[in-house]
């Protein structure tokens, strides 16, 4: 099957940082990738949505300019939590998705931890 | 807004036991409904899917069916075995067959004791 791979798989970095993590499609080419983040006993939220070549879009409350998402090519998405503050520490899961498929495939997630 | 129900565990069951995951939902749409797996260590995987009413998605045993009256869609093994051990998320899109981003529940996670 599809397989999606991130990283880093987990991260800890100090409060002011910026963070990039990383999402690949590893067999198909992902016309679309979503991004995902999930609280410890919470549901997975999503956060934003990526088209390749497009500016991504966002979901209501979560802050495009913190959460910078770059979709340059059809196997790779990137996430990048800017001044990373405490309360961003979540686990952060992306999926893909490839052109005429309506199946979603997700990586294993990121653990990020701000200190 | 929409939202998605299920209940919370964790579960434990015996081998060879019948199980059932409750879940419901809310959309302002028509749904596609699913049920995603996902075992330790490892990313969450499609387990099965139903996109209009009274459809039944099956897949290694497993079986849900979309009720549209009862807003539901119960996730359901007649006999489990302890590789099912797993957390299950119910999920729903309201935006086309699961193309678009994902509603989650909670999660369930499922202990079967051999």
């Known amino acids: 099957g599809a397989v999606v791979s991130q990283h880093p798989s987990w991260v800890i970095c100090k409060s002011g940082t910026s963070v990039k993590i990383e999402c690949r499609s590893l067999?198909?080419?992902?016309?679309?990738m979503f991004w995902y983040r999930q609280f410890p006993k919470q549901s997975l939220m999503l956060m934003a949505t990526?088209?390749?070549?497009?500016?991504?879009?966002?979901e209501q409350g979560v802050e495009k300019d913190k959460f910078l998402i770059n979709h340059a090519s059809l196997t790779l998405s990137t996430l990048t939590v800017t001044s990373a503050h405490p309360e961003d520490s979540s686990f952060y899961i992306c999926?893909?998705?490839?052109?005429?498929?309506?199946?979603?495939?997700f990586g294993p997630g990121t653990r990020l931890t701000v200190l | 807004g929409d939202s998605v129900t299920q209940m919370e565990g964790p579960v434990t069951l015996s081998e060879e036991a019948f199980l059932t995951i409750n879940c419901t939902y809310t959309?302002?749409?028509?749904?596609?409904l699913f049920w995603y797996v996902q075992y330790p260590g490892e990313g969450l995987q499609l387990l099965l899917k139903?996109?209009?009413?009274?459809d039944k998605g099956s897949n290694k045993g497993f079986e849900a069916t979309y009720r549209k009256e009862t807003t539901s869609f119960h996730l359901e093994k007649g006999s489990v075995q302890v590789s099912d051990s797993a957390v299950y998320f119910c999920?729903?899109?309201?935006?086309?067959?699961?193309?678009?981003?994902?509603?989650f529940g909670k999660g369930t996670h499922l202990i079967i004791q051999p």
């Open positions: 999926s893909a998705r490839g052109s005429g498929v309506d199946t979603q495939y």
């Open positions: 067999d198909f080419q992902a016309t679309t």
């Open positions: 990526s088209n390749e070549g497009s500016k991504a879009t966002y």
């Open positions: 959309a302002t749409g028509y749904p596609s």
């Open positions: 139903a996109t209009k009413a009274d």
């Open positions: 999920a729903l899109s309201v935006r086309g067959g699961g193309a678009d981003g994902l509603t």
